[in-house]
């Protein structure tokens, strides 16, 4: 039997720490989710991954059952936790706020590989490298 699928929810939850309070609760309470049932999963599959927030897509299927993937943490937030930093700069052209080294790129595109559309290690790179000039961080 092939369960009906009814919907797909998109959340961006700190690891270990899911509540049914919002974004979570409503967002699957709306669709009749059992959303202690999705707090406790996801806890428990996160707990050993420190404070990062993971991206997760949930599948919603018309008997209120949902399945769950979660994905690499934003490049962002890898960027953000490897320079120790709280946000990336306002004009990313003018100030600057760290410096990655191509050995911590490659770390992070490593990690970011199997969410990208690459296979390639220095495509990824570059795809980071993007994201880090963007929040005025400087590649060495």
Do not use: W
Request: with cysteine; aromatic share 4%.
């Amino acid at each position: 039997m092939d369960k009906k699928n009814i919907t797909q929810v998109k959340l961006q939850i700190q690891a270990g720490k899911a509540t049914p309070t919002p974004p979570i609760g409503p967002a699957l309470g709306q669709h009749g989710v059992n959303i202690m049932d999705f707090c406790n999963q996801f806890n428990n599959q996160t707990k050993d991954k420190g404070d990062l927030i993971y991206p997760v897509v949930i599948d919603i299927y018309k008997d209120r059952s949902f399945k769950f993937i979660i994905k690499t943490p934003p490049a962002a937030v890898l960027i953000k936790s490897l320079l120790n930093i709280n946000k990336g700069s306002k004009e990313s052209l003018k100030e600057k706020v760290g410096t990655l080294t191509q050995s911590q790129l490659e770390e992070i595109a490593r990690i970011k590989i199997p969410d990208l559309n690459t296979d390639d290690i220095e495509q990824a790179k570059k795809i980071i490298a993007g994201t880090a000039r963007n929040m005025g961080i400087v590649i060495k």
